[in-house]
């Protein structure tokens, strides 16, 4: 199994940055990809950036330009840098591990941070 604890988020203002952390531990060489989702009231969860094994990245159009998802190996640690926070930015923010372990799909979530971008 893979666990997973996020750190980070809190109350910043517009044009602030933030940095999210998601470390997994368990059977961590078995995930293929670890994406971060976010999920305001009144909105459905939305995937906001994903980094895949062999460093490949994904950003949700709203984004780009302004997150960027990295990792740390040696940590079992990726990071979600956030700039130039919008309040439209104001969400959950999830961290996500998919992979497969003797050939069974998985997917495994972390308890979710607040991120709070004031006016």
């Known amino acids: 199994q893979v666990q997973v604890v996020q750190s980070g988020g809190g109350l910043v203002q517009a044009g602030g940055s933030l940095r999210l952390s998601c470390a997994a531990s368990?059977?961590?060489?078995?995930?293929?990809?670890i994406g971060w989702y976010r999920q305001a009231p009144g909105k459905q969860r939305e995937l906001v950036a994903s980094i895949s094994s062999g460093g490949r990245t994904n950003y949700a159009d709203s984004v780009k330009g302004r997150f960027t998802i990295s990792e740390d190996n040696a940590k079992n640690t990726v990071y979600l840098q956030l700039n130039s926070l919008k309040p439209e930015d104001t969400a959950v923010y999830y961290c996500?591990?998919?992979?497969?372990?003797?050939?069974?799909?998985?997917?495994?979530w972390g308890q979710g941070t607040q991120v709070t971008v004031s006016s």
């Open positions: 996500n591990t998919e992979g497969i372990f003797i050939g069974v799909q998985y997917a495994s």
């Open positions: 368990g059977s961590t060489f078995s995930i293929n990809r």
